[in-house]
């Protein structure tokens, strides 16, 4: 069984420049997340999704990220413009009964 | 909210001794605690993980032992070896389902052959 898919696993922009990020969950999890995390750190959530809903966006910076999970599985994450501090490995995870299963995770740098 | 520190940040050890990494938690209604291992470039897998309901788990040379009234939890890793190597995370959630996990710093494990 395939795992949680990201992509891209790289990505290098300027600053100002748009993002985007897709994740494939595992197939049957109805829970999907995206974290953040910073080099040397733990992840950080940015939003979980339950189906197509968002129920936690409360670490989400709204003012230049959005994030969209349109019928249930895959999602994508936005971020526009991108800021050199957007520099970061964006992780996507999925789970059904509690165990969170991650992506490879999308590296980000914004030069 | 939930806040989880974690230590060492980094803990070198010699082939064949163990490995102790140590977390606390500041919410006492937190009731499930994984452990991920992330080894470099790669995703976070989890290891193992405990519950409120009991102290101590193990798994072959890992265990987690749990003090609720301490707030805080241990992962414990004997016979270390090279592949051990790896940034280890605990986390925590007052979420059943284990969702809203808080993940502490992480910790840089080094094991010398």
Not at chain 2, 48 to 73: C, M, P, W, Y
């Amino acid at each position: 069984e395939a795992g949680v898919v990201q992509s891209p696993r790289y990505k290098i922009i300027e600053k100002k420049q748009p993002v985007a990020f897709w994740c494939n969950p595992i197939s049957g999890h109805n829970t999907l997340y995206w974290y953040l995390q910073n080099l040397g750190q733990g992840p950080e959530l940015l939003i979980r999704y339950e189906n197509e809903e968002a129920v936690d966006d409360s670490q989400l910076p709204k003012d230049r990220f959005s994030a969209e999970r349109l019928k249930g599985v895959d999602s994508t994450l936005k971020i526009q413009p991108a800021e050199l501090g957007d520099s970061a490995v964006y992780l996507c995870a999925s789970s059904n009964t509690g165990e969170l299963f991650f992506g490879e995770g999308s590296r980000l740098t914004v030069l | 909210g939930e806040n989880v520190e974690q230590h060492p940040s980094t803990l070198s050890v010699q082939e064949g001794d163990s490995a102790v990494i140590k977390c606390t938690y500041s919410d006492s209604a937190s009731n499930y605690f994984p452990w991920y291992k992330q080894e470099l470039g790669k995703r976070p897998q989890l290891i193992i993980d405990i519950r409120s309901n009991v102290g101590e788990k193990k798994d072959q040379r890992i265990a987690v032992t749990l003090n609720k009234t301490a707030k805080h939890f241990s992962l414990h890793i004997t016979e270390t070896q090279p592949e051990d190597s790896a940034v280890y995370f605990c986390a925590a959630t007052a979420d059943n389902a284990g969702n809203m996990l808080t993940f502490g710093g992480g910790t840089r494990l080094m094991v010398k052959p």
